[in-house]
DNA sequence: TATAAGTCTATAAAGTTGGTGGGCTATATT
DNA sequence: AATATAGCCCACCAACTTTATAGACTTATA
């Protein structure tokens, strides 16, 4: 399941994108409008500059903005960041991988099938974009 | 990310799928060939028993043993029971469903997705059964 | 009735999640 | 230069979950 601090992830990154070349964007703004917790929200936009997603200014007219366009941004990209592993198991995982302990990966059913479904949540969140996430004024 | 439990789980259950209609298994010869934590490991037996998956028999010669054929036990039967939801929102989730609290289904973008997302990992879970765990002496 | 083996209840250490508080630093304006 | 603004950083914490472990209890068999 995707974390809380994810969907308040995507849900900043949803706003900043109806913002997208408008100027920086007051994190209070954000919170307000989106009804997430103004320091939680502080940290995940800051993690986001820190991967690159976001940019900041600081000061008076400052705030947060998009670094690249939102089609640019895949759901995969923040799901990773924000939430962790896609997969179901750390075997079988591209970015956070870890040898199993007690199975040889080379003879196990589990494996073989958790990289199924690695490769089928990858098929479409490798695919999909946050401008995806706003669609018809949704969000 | 499928918990330690829940590979327990599989572990134990393609063991029993191995012994299937040999008679009881002991939860301790479970725990040795399988690495498994004696007590934690009667927990899992125990709610799999209760979820009508494994059944047992109690005093000398009893032991746990599969109630269904292997292939009658599909993974996504066990990822519920043991891990919990397959979805990757409870505003999408078949079994453990929860309504969004600040968006609109009809309207969410995120939803959307992540439904897509679920449908594909059902289409491996629930077409796949513990017998799939153990082809060619695997496991 | 002794023993084997599963069942039940309780507890606890360690880690994760969600959230807060307060001070520091950079920038714009006057 | 002073001040206000707004992001940055560090530290902490409560609640919950995960991963166990301990011990007493129940039931079945020989």
Redesign the interface.
Known sequence: ??SKKS?YA??AL?YLSEKYEQGPVLISEISKK??IPLKFLENILLELKKAGILDSKKGKGGGYFLQKAPDQIT?ATVIRLIN??I????CVSLYFYERCS??NEK????HD??V??RD??L???DN?TIK????????
């Open positions: 399941m995707l969907q995507f849900k949803t989106k009804k759901m962790g592993p997969s179901m198991l750390p007690n199975c003879v196990c059913g589990l099938m958790m199924e479904v089928a949540t098929n479409i969140v999909r995806d996430l706003l669609v018809n004024g949704r969000g």
